[in-house]
Nanobody, 127 residues
Framework: QVQLVESGGGLVQAGGSLGLSCAAS????????MAWFRQAPGKEREFVAS????????YYADSVKGRFTISRDNAKNTLYLQMNSLKPEDTAVYYC????????????????????WGQGTQVTVSS
């Protein structure tokens, strides 16, 4: 099992930037893909971005492409999400997730690929 702890959420004005971090511990050697998902009130959890832990391949939801950047520091077992040009519709609880397989079909976008989840961090974008 991998333990995940997110940090960095908060309140920001539209057009602003915010960075999230996710520290991983435990059986991190079994992790081959990590991702960020988000869930807004009354909505289903949705994919934001994913990254292959070994090769560094990335994949983004169309709604965040060009504004968000996912990255990782293997030595620190930490996942990051840099969010720029934030919009009110980006308001949600953001979760990081860890999985054992990077697949070439979903490219990490399918929530069913993930075994471990963090507790979430709130991001609120005011208009």
């Amino acid at each position: 099992q991998v333990q995940l702890v997110e940090s960095g959420g908060g309140l920001v004005q539209a057009g602003g930037s915010l960075g999230l971090s996710c520290a991983a511990s435990g059986r991190t050697f079994s992790t081959h893909v990590m991702a960020w998902f988000r869930q807004a009130p009354g909505k289903e959890r949705e994919f934001v971005a994913s990254i292959s832990w070994i090769g560094g391949s990335t994949y983004y939801a169309d709604s965040v492409k060009g504004r968000f950047t996912i990255s990782r520091d293997n030595a620190k077992n930490t996942l990051y999400l840099q969010m720029n040009s934030l919009k009110p519709e980006d308001t949600a609880v953001y979760y990081c997730a860890a999985g054992a397989k990077w697949d070439t079909y979903y490219r990490g976008s399918y929530y069913g690929l993930y075994d471990d989840w963090g507790q979430g961090t709130q991001v609120t974008v005011s208009s």
